[in-house]
């Protein structure tokens, strides 16, 4: 069965600190990947997806994440992350079955 | 634009209940999702539908039914509630095909006693 595993589940960072949040998949075919952040009280947002083409794709607010097939992962990165930022980060991949299979989600929590 | 809206935005209910949870969309997407998010589990899709009229189980679909009479409306009803059902429920819809970007609504946050 497909899975997304998500290896930090809490992060604490202080402003301006770089981040990297982990995601591995479990399926060897074409795929389509997907970053959504949940800011604190708010809805899911689409922060970056990527289809096809360049595997190093940008988002919004500074976000960037890493298709890299051959190790099954798809790692958000932010270079200078800020109290804004904290939230709850899910990485989603869609396979075979077309249904999006998320991650357990990262919580994250950027000081001041 | 009022996008995807969710009904209500908080519900208490006792076991045994029965309780619809509604979801509505102005875009016309063809695709309209249900997902509960728990603490460990991330989102879970419980059910989804490709049209009115076409609906097919998630990865949870047990102890919950769906209706899609209109594109616009697609209700989630728990036909008797449990303490284990409560969760966050999230909707979401898609415009053509699974494979796109999905749009997902505020959320029902329901808690069963």
């Known amino acids: 069965a497909q899975s997304v595993s998500q290896h930090n589940h809490h992060v604490i960072l202080s402003e301006a600190a770089s981040l990297e949040l982990g995601c591995n998949y479990s399926?060897?075919?074409?795929?389509?990947l997907f970053w959504y952040v949940q800011y604190p009280g708010q809805h899911l947002q689409l922060l970056l997806k990527?289809?096809?083409?360049?595997?190093l794709v940008k988002g919004i607010k500074g976000f960037e994440a890493e298709f890299i097939k051959s190790k099954f992962s798809f790692n958000l990165r932010k270079p200078s992350v800020q109290w804004s930022d904290t939230a709850e980060y899910f990485c989603?991949?869609?396979?075979?079955?077309?249904?999006?299979?998320f991650g357990q989600g990262t919580t994250l929590q950027v000081k001041p | 634009d009022a996008g995807i809206t969710q009904s209500p935005r908080y519900k208490i209910t006792e076991t045994g209940r029965q309780v619809t949870l509604m979801c509505h969309q102005t875009?016309?997407?063809?695709?309209m999702f249900w997902y509960r998010q728990d603490l460990g589990h991330g989102l879970r899709l419980i059910y989804y539908?490709?049209?009115?009229?076409?609906?097919d189980k998630g990865e949870v679909p047990d102890g919950y039914v769906v209706s899609r009479s209109k594109t616009e409306n697609f209700p989630l009803t728990l036909e008797s509630a449990t303490r284990s059902q409560t969760s966050v429920y999230f909707c979401?819809?898609?415009?053509?095909?699974?494979?796109?970007?999905?749009?997902f609504g505020p959320g029902t946050r329901l808690l069963v006693l």
């Open positions: 979401a819809s898609s415009a053509t095909s699974l494979q796109e970007t999905q749009y």
């Open positions: 399926y060897g075919g074409t795929v389509n």
């Open positions: 990527y289809f096809s083409g360049d595997p």
């Open positions: 989603a991949v869609n396979a075979d079955t077309g249904k999006l299979i």
């Open positions: 875009w016309s997407h063809s695709y």
């Open positions: 539908s490709a049209a009115a009229d076409i609906t």
